[in-house]
């Protein structure tokens, strides 16, 4: 594996890593959760940028700079909304992870934190989503012509269990 992947639980906007993963909406304009904590963290310039970018479709990542932010940069992802675990929501929440990580390798990016994605007010059960995001993370790895370094964060124990859990099995 080209790489690490460890666990770490608290407010992701703290990190000082390259870049930060925003669980955002299609709007990629803000909201609740994860994706208002960012932008209210991140400043104004961070709106602004997300103007320019025309929003996302489901499973698309769209990066920007990290304005006021420890990390230099902020790759949004729209996670799915969770209907009754389908193939394709599946699908989905693993192309969250992996065009994530490919803007990482296009930016020569060493270092990505991930909150968990469409755990939140989407609905995505976590210990699904816990075991989604680190099969596809390894995987990438394994590919990556680079070596990054993963944080998966976790907002509280129950997430940082199950992260811990997948990583081990």
């Known amino acids: 594996m080209n790489g690490t992947i460890k666990v770490w639980r608290g407010d992701i906007t703290t990190l000082n890593v390259d870049a930060i993963v925003n669980a955002a909406n299609s709007s990629l ?41 420890p990390s230099n940069y902020v790759i949004h992802t729209v996670g799915p909304v969770y209907k009754n675990g389908s193939s394709e929501v599946k699908k989905q929440l693993a192309n969250c992870y992996e065009n994530a990580l490919e803007i990482a390798e296009k930016q020569r990016i060493h270092s990505i934190a991930f909150p968990a994605i469409s755990t939140g007010i989407y609905g995505y059960p976590a210990e699904e989503a816990a075991e989604i995001a680190v099969e596809t993370i390894r995987r990438k790895l394994e590919q990556s012509p680079i070596e990054i370094e993963v944080t998966l964060v976790a907002f509280d124990e129950k997430t940082e269990q199950l992260y811990k859990k997948n990583l081990e099995g």
């Open 29 to 69: 304009l803000g909201g609740g959760g994860v994706d208002g904590a960012i932008h209210r963290a991140a400043g104004p310039g961070l709106l602004e940028a997300c103007k320019k970018l025309n929003g996302a479709k489901t499973g698309e990542a769209k990066w920007t700079k990290g304005f006021n932010l």
